[in-house]
C-alpha cells in the first residue's frame, strides 16, 4: 500500500486480559499497514499483564505501539474506545476487537475504502456480500445477532437503514466527523453509539466492506446476560432518551403493581391494602432500576446512597399515600374497576415523579462557591424550568 494512498491512522485495540494476543495483533496489524503512517494505540482494561506484554512487543514493532491503562473501566469497551478516539495521534481511526476475531488483513479495505471518498464510518460488515459470520460459533448467538441488529435497525430507520451491521466492532471513522464529548457509551456497541448519538447534528456517511469474521484464538468470550442487560438499557437511552427509561421502568412497575393488586385481590386481601403492598413492593424496586439504568451517570454527583433512597421512598410513599385515597374515591364514586383506578392514578403520577427524581433526588450536590467566585443569579423558577426543558428534550431520534 502506497504511502500517499491514504491519510496517517490510528488503530485504537481496547483490551481486557488479551495477553497473548498482543504479539500476534501488532505483527499482523504492522505487516497489514506497511508503508502507511500509522500507529497501534492499545486501551487496556486488563489484569493479567497485557499491558507490560505491550510494552515489550511495543519497543521493537516496526510501527509505533502505544498502551493506556485504566484503572477504571468506565464505560466498558465503549468507554475504552472513546478514550482511544481522544488520544489518537490522528483523525482517521480504525477501531478493532484484540481477540483476533478481527482479521487486521482487512485493514488495508477499510482505508481504501476511505480514501475512495463519500464515507465519514467504513464498516467491517458480517451480513453483506462476501462477508462471514461464521466466528459467532453456534446457531443461537448467530440468531440473537441478527435478532438485534433487525430490532436496532427498526428502532433507527433514518439514520442505520444504509448499514447491514451497525453493532461490529470492527471499523474506520473519522473523527474530525463526529464529536467525542456527545458520546456515552455504555458496553460493546459503540459503533452504534457513533451512529446514532454523534450523527444528530449531522447525516454520518457510512459505506461498508465484507468481512470474514474469525474464531477466537485465545480468552473468553465477554458476552453474557448482564452484558444483554446493558445493551438494551443502552439501546433505550439511545432511542427514548432519559424520560423514557424512567417510563419504562415506571411501566414495569405499574404492571408489577397492578399484577399484585389483582392477585392479592383474588385472594380475599381489600383492595386498599393490597394497592399499599403493591406500592410499596414496586417503590422499592422501582428505586434500584432507576440506580442501574436511568440515572446512573448522575450518582457521583449526587447525595449518598441512603439519601436518595430515603428521598425517593419518601416522595413516592408520600404520593402513594395522596394517589390511593384519590383511587378509592373513583371506585366508589365512578363505581369504576379498582385496577383500572389504579391504573388512572399511576399515569397521572408519572410526571411528578419524573421530575421530583431529576431535580431534587439526583440533582448535584451544592458546591460552595470558590473564593472569587460568584452565586448562580438565575431564579428557582428558572432553574426548574430549564431543568424541565433539558430532561424533556433527551430523547435519541424522537
Not at 447534528?201 to 485465545?218: S, W
Not at 365512578?334 to 421530583?356: G, P, Y
Amino acid at each position: 500500500m502506497s504511502a500517499t494512498a491514504v491519510p496517517p491512522v490510528t488503530v485504537i485495540i481496547p483490551t481486557f486480559n488479551e495477553r497473548d494476543n498482543v504479539a500476534e495483533l501488532v505483527a499482523r496489524t504492522s505487516a497489514a499497514l506497511a508503508g502507511v503512517a500509522a500507529e497501534i494505540l492499545f486501551i487496556d482494561d486488563s489484569s493479567d499483564g497485557t499491558i507490560d506484554e505491550i510494552a515489550r512487543i511495543g519497543a521493537s514493532a516496526s510501527i509505533p505501539v502505544r498502551g493506556i491503562h485504566r484503572d477504571r473501566n468506565t464505560g466498558g469497551l465503549g468507554g475504552a474506545v472513546v478514550l482511544g478516539l481522544a488520544e489518537a495521534s490522528h483523525d482517521v481511526c480504525i477501531v478493532m476487537d484484540g481477540d483476533l476475531q478481527h482479521p487486521p488483513e482487512l485493514l488495508p479495505a477499510l482505508l481504501g475504502r476511505y480514501g475512495e471518498g463519500g464515507a465519514d464510518v467504513v464498516a467491517a460488515s458480517r451480513y453483506i456480500g462476501g462477508g462471514d459470520s461464521a466466528g459467532l460459533g453456534t446457531a443461537a448467538r448467530y440468531g440473537v445477532s441478527k435478532a438485534a441488529t433487525a430490532v436496532t435497525k427498526a428502532m433507527f430507520l433514518r439514520r442505520l437503514w444504509r448499514s447491514t451491521d451497525p453493532m461490529t466492532g470492527f471499523f474506520l471513522v473519522d473523527r474530525t466527523r463526529i464529536d467525542i464529548d456527545e458520546l456515552r457509551p455504555q458496553g460493546f456497541k459503540i459503533l452504534l453509539e457513533i451512529l446514532v448519538r454523534a450523527g444528530e447534528r449531522r447525516e454520518l456517511r457510512i459505506a461498508e466492506v465484507p468481512m470474514e469474521f474469525g474464531a477466537r484464538r485465545h480468552g473468553d468470550s465477554k458476552a453474557s446476560l448482564r452484558q444483554g442487560a446493558t445493551f438494551l438499557a443502552h439501546l433505550a437511552r439511545l432511542r427514548f432518551g432519559r424520560m423514557g427509561r424512567f417510563a419504562l421502568i415506571g411501566g414495569v412497575g405499574a404492571i408489577a403493581n397492578i399484577g399484585i393488586m389483582w392477585a392479592l385481590t383474588h385472594l380475599g386481601v381489600d383492595y386498599v391494602l393490597a394497592a399499599i403492598v403493591g406500592a410499596a413492593v414496586t417503590i422499592i424496586g422501582n428505586f434500584v432500576l432507576q440506580e442501574l439504568f436511568v440515572f446512573r451517570d448522575d450518582r457521583a454527583d449526587a447525595q449518598r446512597l441512603w439519601v436518595r433512597f430515603a428521598a425517593s421512598v419518601s416522595f413516592n410513599s408520600a404520593e402513594a399515600a395522596l394517589r390511593i385515597p384519590l383511587m378509592a374515591l373513583m371506585v366508589e364514586t365512578w363505581h369504576i374497576s379498582s385496577v383500572i383506578a389504579t391504573a388512572i392514578s399511576l399515569v397521572v403520577a408519572f410526571f411528578a415523579r419524573f421530575l421530583f427524581h431529576a431535580l431534587v433526588v439526583y440533582a448535584p450536590r451544592r458546591r460552595r462557591a470558590d473564593a472569587g467566585g460568584e452565586p448562580p443569579t438565575d431564579t428557582a423558577t428558572l432553574r426548574v424550568m430549564r431543568a424541565i426543558d433539558a430532561e424533556a428534550m433527551r430523547p435519541g431520534e424522537l
